[in-house]
């Protein structure tokens, strides 16, 4: 589960990895799971409201993608150029370090693995957060109606979202300068098990440093 949150008075954007195993509060159920089975329960609009607790800022908008969704979209900008920190095999696919151009289908399969990486999940999201980086880099520099119409079509079978077109048009024209400016943050947490079951629990301190953090960039201090 990814939140970006974006800042157009200061063109800047923060993209944050929420751990899938993250205990804390699902919201209209009235105990504490993993963050991921809020959708479980409730569908998007239990995992967005799950999500506004835990990170007490509002969520307007979602985007849910399927795998065939995640490699349209990249092959839909034509691509994405990341740096791989991490050289590693996997699906077949050799993935060096240092710059690396993925298609689609590669791009899934780097933003997959997890088992060959010293720091496990959070390895991948870390590579996650890489892809829709580079996505939104890419997208960026489109320039035509002709570009959007692609993407959207390719994407149109594969994703849900209470994006309009025209909405996703307007933010890609007036956020477009804000993709040059991402920063990425990451939940710091510790792994415990609670009846057999792990989970990832993050301390008050580290909640409230994301949270101040994302407030302060949507101004909401």
């Known amino acids: 589960m990814i939140v970006l949150t974006v800042n157009p008075n200061?063109?800047?954007?923060?993209?944050?990895?929420?751990?899938?195993?993250?205990?804390?509060?699902?919201?209209?159920?009235?105990?504490q799971d993993k963050i991921n089975h809020a959708y479980a329960f409730g569908g998007v609009e239990m995992s967005m409201n799950t999500v506004e607790n835990f990170l007490d800022i509002p969520?307007?908008?979602?985007?849910?993608?399927?795998?065939?969704?995640?490699?349209?979209?990249?092959?839909?900008?034509?691509?994405?150029?990341?740096?791989?920190?991490?050289?590693?095999t996997y699906e077949g696919t050799h993935f060096p370090k240092g710059n690396i151009t993925l298609n689609g289908k590669k791009a899934l399969s780097y933003s997959r693995m997890r088992y060959e990486d010293p720091r496990?999940?959070?390895?991948?999201?870390?590579?996650?957060?890489?892809?829709?980086?580079?996505?939104?880099?890419?997208?960026?520099?489109?320039?035509?109606?002709?570009?959007?119409?692609?993407?959207?079509?390719?994407l149109s079978t594969n994703i849900k979202t209470n994006f309009t077109f025209n909405e996703m048009v307007e933010i890609q024209s007036k956020y477009k300068s804000a993709g040059a400016n991402i920063e990425q943050m990451a939940i710091k947490g510790s792994g415990s098990k609670i009846d057999g079951i792990y989970y990832l629990q993050v301390d008050e301190f580290e909640k409230q440093r994301i949270q101040e953090k994302l407030k302060a960039h949507l101004e909401l201090n």
Do not use: C, H, W
Request: proline fraction near 1%; aromatic fraction near 10%.
């Open 10 to 31: 200061l063109n800047s954007v923060k993209m944050l990895s929420i751990p899938r195993d993250t205990r804390t509060e699902i919201v209209g159920k009235g105990f």
């Open 59 to 88: 969520v307007d908008y979602y985007m849910q993608i399927n795998m065939e969704g995640f490699k349209d979209i990249v092959d839909s900008v034509g691509g994405v150029t990341v740096n791989n920190d991490l050289d590693f």
């Open 120 to 154: 496990g999940d959070f390895g991948r999201q870390q590579r996650q957060r890489q892809i829709i980086q580079a996505v939104i880099k890419e997208g960026a520099s489109l320039s035509s109606l002709t570009n959007y119409n692609e993407i959207f079509s390719a």
